[in-house]
T-cell receptor, first 108, second 113 residues
Framework: KNEVEQSPQNLTAQEGEFITINCSYS?????LHWLQQHPGGGIVSLFM???GKKKHGRLIATINIQEKHSSLHITASHPRDSAVYIC??????????FGAGTILRVKS | EAGVTQSPTHLIKTRGQQATLRCSPI?????VYWYQQALGLGLQFLLW???????NRGNFPPRFSGRQFPNYSSELNVNALELEDSALYLC????????????FGPGTRLLVL
């Protein structure tokens, strides 16, 4: 079993829909990261959180430490949100362990 | 403020050769991380450098090595290249060795023929 599991693997949504991507992990962590990777390969760090909830624009990330689970929500989705969303956890030694990613496609 | 830069953007080598990849962190960042993203596989942690020292290493053979220079830029060297080393190599930097957000560079695409 992978240390970081993401679901779904693939997600297609209509423009305007509310989107949720889930991440579960099995190890102790100091922080959880949500990353966005566009087709060209560039990665942008969206959130780093160790408790509670963070919001940036239409993006919301939550984490439940007791349940070892995090969710990334996108409100009012737009075709430009189409990308791969990656969950990663960091523990000791600043090593990031990555989930396999969720491929999101938002259709107009 | 300039972001993390990597060079070259693309690199083609043949099996058995050596490859050198370079990374310049964001100004003021002292930690540099290297990751490998092989085709069809997820991101994997390679190396972490901070203040010129290797602080942590992923599950990669010793032919993957690197260093960090006094100006905090970093080099990743891959010796005795194998076909499966073909991948996107990403560098990231963060403010210090604490749990800080990592900022990623555009990557170097290495193709081993």
């Amino acid at each position: 079993k992978n240390e970081v599991e993401q679901s779904p693997q693939n997600l297609t949504a209509q423009e305007g829909e509310f989107i949720t991507i889930n991440c579960s992990y099995s190890v102790g962590i100091s922080a959880l990261h949500w990353l966005q990777q566009h087709p060209g390969g560039g990665i942008v760090s969206l959130f780093m959180l160790s408790s509670g909830k963070k919001k940036h624009g239409r993006l919301i990330a939550t984490i439940n430490i007791q349940e070892k689970h995090s969710s990334l929500h996108i409100t009012a989705s737009h075709p430009r949100d189409s990308a791969v969303y990656i969950c990663a956890v960091s523990g000791s030694g600043n090593k990031l362990v990555f989930g396999a990613g969720t491929i999101l496609r938002v259709k107009s | 403020e300039a972001g993390v830069t990597q060079s070259p953007t693309h690199l083609i080598k043949t099996r058995g050769q050596q490859a050198t990849l370079r990374c310049s962190p964001i100004s003021g960042h002292t930690s540099v991380y290297w990751y490998q993203q092989a085709l069809g596989l997820g991101l994997q942690f390679l190396l972490w450098y901070d203040e010129g020292e290797e602080r942590n290493r992923g599950n990669f053979p010793p032919r993957f090595s690197g260093r960090q220079f006094p100006n905090y830029s970093s080099e990743l060297n891959v010796n005795a290249l194998e076909l499966e080393d073909s991948a996107l190599y990403l560098c990231a930097s963060s403010l210090d060795r604490g749990q800080e957000t990592q900022y990623f560079g555009p990557g170097t695409r290495l193709l081993v023929l």
